[in-house]
């Protein structure tokens, strides 16, 4: 079975046809600048190999279904192409971040679930509307194929409401729906389900602290495999500091800029989610920039490293005290993946906390899923590779 999963953003559509035999990819890359004059395509046919191919296109993308023509013509070209045509696809599955309370699961997509979404996007209003275009076009173009709508929230509709209500008045609950929703879900799950696999623990018993650390970034505490805290809130804002986001910070903060330098609302969230964390805090919001910049004595770099670890290790705690017992610590995405001295530096100091990282082990990772820490280590620290589009896939497959 062939399932081809669509990431669609406002002007975007990532893509990656797997084939559920091998649970290879087949063919895949992204589409950008689409409505602009000039789009940018990006396939990759075989990736990783021998008969890897890569196609670099500029070329105008009108709208989201001139985009899924495009994915349909690179995958059934006749020189690169890795199917016949749109029969082989036999089902999609579609990244959809905010599925709010109702969706709990993936869901089989119909009118009912379209409309669901289009409800969801006061929520999510950068989001749901590119994934409701990718839908739609996709439902159009592919009759026969099984359509999956799989949320980032849904791994977080276990989190019981001591974790995921604020302490504001009921109604805003009740009658506005505010709550912490959490995101990353499908990645946090994916880490689950390895950790599980790879330590032989069955999935419903074991405890976790995954980590997904990248230009956006959650932790969350698993609990018998399931989600019961999420550093992220009701928007991905909250929580550890970010690439460009703030992560949390006291709320008085809006009103005391909005009072004292004539910033409007628009403006100030513009500044926490675009202009803070790293970059705010020094100028760079990658990691590589960071560090090199630290290493040539820049105060600020050093200064956004340090507050950057702290924030992680405090969520660290925190999950310890919610958890009880944890079999281990599970770093991924950009950072957690490749930053070894990131991973060192969260790590250190915590044998109180039965975690023992082995510096060679750190340094260099065997697998795509790697035990980081000490043999001796009470807690194993794991680095896994996430994967969303195959856990989308998984899920689709299930579903179908
Ligand atoms: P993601 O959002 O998961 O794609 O992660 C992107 C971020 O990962 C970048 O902004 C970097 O901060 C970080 N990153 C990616 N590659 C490396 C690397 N080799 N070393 C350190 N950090 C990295």
Redesign the pocket.
Known sequence: MKILVINSGSSSIKYKLIDMDTEASLGEGVLERIGEAKGKILYHSHPGTSRALTKKIEAPISDHSHGMEWILSLLTDAESGVIENRTSISAIGHRVVQGGEKFKAPALIDDAVTESIRANIPLAPLHNPGALSGIITALDMFPEAGQVAVFDTAFHQTIPAKAYRYALPDRLYTEAGVRRFGFHGTSHRYITREAADYLEIPPDKINLISLHL???SSITAVSGGKSVDTSMGMTPLEGVIM?TRSGSIDPAIISYLADNTGMSLEEIMTLLTQESGLKGLCGY????DI?RAAAAGNEQAELALDMLIYSYRKYIGAYFAVLGRVDCLVFT???GE??SVIRERVCRNLETFGIEVDPERNRDLSDTCSIISTSSSRVKVMVISTNEELEIARQTQMLI
């Open positions: 990248g230009n956006g690439g919001n990658d990691l590589r560090h995405a950009g950072i490749n930053d």
